[in-house]
């Protein structure tokens, strides 16, 4: 009893110590952890906001672009085409800041697809609005994935004619 009555003493608070020891970290992991769920659920909530800005002026854009490249085909070097050229310097500027706010692959490809066309469009190359239709659902459809994945797109959802 001799031994038990030095030793009992040590080795129960020693294990009071590893005891408060690993409640302490495990504390710690749970509020690292609670940490990160906030932090990522702020971000998550913060960062829709700017996609969706640079994602709705694109095709605001693509449409003045369409407007003027079929309503005045290029007649070289008159004042329309000068404007004609602004819109669509402005297109692909629209074009690069999707592709930077994008989170998906598939909406940065649809972006420049879509500009493509219209430049074509704007330089004379396409008859036509037809032509344009495919890839303009095409972002849209990519849009809405970028903004609300795993979510379906209703039947129909297209963009307007101009």
Not at 27 to 50: C, F, K, N, T
Not at 79 to 104: I, K, Y
Not at 107 to 112: K, P, Q, T
Not at 121 to 144: C, N, T
Request: hydrophobic share 45%; glycine share 12%; with cysteine.
């Amino acid at each position: 009893m001799g031994s038990w009555g030095a030793l009992g003493p040590a080795l129960l608070s020693l294990a009071g110590v590893a005891l408060g020891a690993g409640g302490s970290l495990f504390g710690q992991y749970l509020v690292s952890r609670a940490s990160a769920r906030q932090l990522e659920i702020h971000e998550s909530v913060a960062h829709p906001a700017e996609p969706k800005n640079v994602i709705l002026k694109f095709p605001s854009i693509a449409s003045q672009v369409e407007k003027a490249a079929l309503t005045c085909p290029p007649s070289g070097g008159s004042a329309a085409d000068c404007v004609l050229d602004e819109l669509v310097g402005g297109l692909w500027l629209a074009q690069a800041e999707v592709d930077l706010a994008a989170r998906s692959e598939p909406l940065r490809g649809a972006a420049h697809r879509c500009a493509a066309r219209l430049a074509e469009a704007a330089r004379g190359e396409m008859a036509g609005a037809s032509g344009l239709r495919g890839s303009q659902v095409q972002f849209m459809d990519a849009a809405y994935d970028d903004m609300w994945p795993g979510q379906r797109r209703a039947a129909g959802d297209c963009l307007a004619p101009s």
